[in-house]
């Protein structure tokens, strides 16, 4: 939700919680506008979850508050005794978003100098007209779809540049810094795409679905597997046979990239690159020792980022059935 949005929420939502108050002919309308300023939030849930907090809070803080200005009167000292009470005992219940608003409704009692139901009827009213306005102006907020899936789409592009690099770097460029770029750019889109896809989550009431944030979740994970990949292609200073296979099999991958590939192909062409791993002659110097460990790790790393999507792929499917 950006700023606009909000500052017309939070005008919205208080306007029509004094005006409510004051058709009512409550005391300290005022009071409940408030209260629906501090209660739109980000995400329909914070929104509810809070709203329910603050409601429980007012139950509570109207008892503790009625039996110390009973027994001690309404003063200062009761008014800290209270604080004191009252505070804990919120945060324990997990109710501390309440604390506030509740505490200024519990002044009014101060104020008029009465505990009577009169008073506490009008502070729960007004309590209860500022969460439901919030909640009624943020039952509305703007889609994140489109947004998310133009991320997604940015992500797998990001990831065919890099796949299609790591080739380029096994048959001799030297391009470390732009894949180095790629890789950056990868990992700062995935995390856009995890904070909105959590936001976009939170805003589902009914039919919650979690797919996005399961899809960057994925992305993430192959995003690391990735840079460790990364980090071992300067280690290959040798020209072989395997080096051109596997990169051949980086550009299939960057060509299948889609979220709906099974991977079941490329885990298989993996298995035929690790049979010719076996059948290929031992290395005969230090250098080409070296050179066949590092290419053997970037196999390893590359089946088990072949693996995080098909296991993406299973769940997704097993979810849908």
């Keep these: 939700m950006n700023i606009t949005v909000r500052t017309i929420k939070i005008t919205i939502a ?13 005391e300290h309308p005022l009071a409940s506008g408030v209260i629906a300023i501090l209660s739109v939030l980000e995400t329909k849930q914070e929104s509810i979850k809070t ?44 109710l501390q978003s309440g604390i506030a608003p509740t505490t200024v409704l519990v002044t009014h009692f ?25 909640l009624l102006v943020n039952s509305w907020m703007p889609s994140q779809q489109k947004e998310l899936n133009c991320l997604k789409e940015e992500i797998e592009e990001e990831m065919r540049v890099a796949l299609v690099m790591f080739q380029s770097q096994l ?8 894949i180095h770029e790629h890789l950056k750019q990868l990992d700062n889109k995935i995390h856009e795409m995890n904070h909105l896809a959590f936001k976009e989550y939170e805003n589902q009431v009914i039919n919650r679905s979690g797919y996005f944030v399961r899809y960057a979740q994925m992305r993430k994970e192959q995003s690391v597997v990735l840079q460790k990949i990364y980090d071992n292609l300067p280690l290959i200073k040798l020209a072989t046979k395997q080096n051109e296979v596997l990169a051949d099999l980086f550009v299939e991958t960057a060509e299948q990239l889609h979220e709906k590939n099974t ?22 110097t230090r250098s080409e020792f070296e050179s066949r460990a590092s290419l053997f790790q970037i196999l390893n790393d590359f089946e088990r980022f072949i693996k995080i999507k098909r296991e993406f792929y299973i769940n997704e499917q097993s979810s849908l059935s």
């Design 14 to 26: 208080s306007l029509l919680a004094i005006l409510l108050a004051q058709g009512l002919n409550l």
């Design 51 to 94: 709203a329910l907090a603050r409601i429980g809070s007012a139950i509570l803080g109207f008892i503790i508050a009625s039996i110390l200005f009973y027994f001690i009167g309404y003063t200062i000292f009761a008014f800290c005794l209270y604080l004191l009470i009252f505070i804990p005992i919120t945060c324990k219940w997990n």
């Design 110 to 134: 101060m104020t008029a100098q009465s505990i009577s139901w009169v008073w506490q009827l009008n502070g729960f009213v007004l309590m209860l007209i500022g969460v439901v306005m919030a």
């Design 171 to 178: 048959l001799g460029e030297k391009n470390f810094s732009s």
């Design 263 to 284: 991977g079941l192909q490329l885990l298989n062409d993996i298995l035929d690159l690790y049979i010719e791993f076996k059948q290929s002659d031992l290395p005969k």
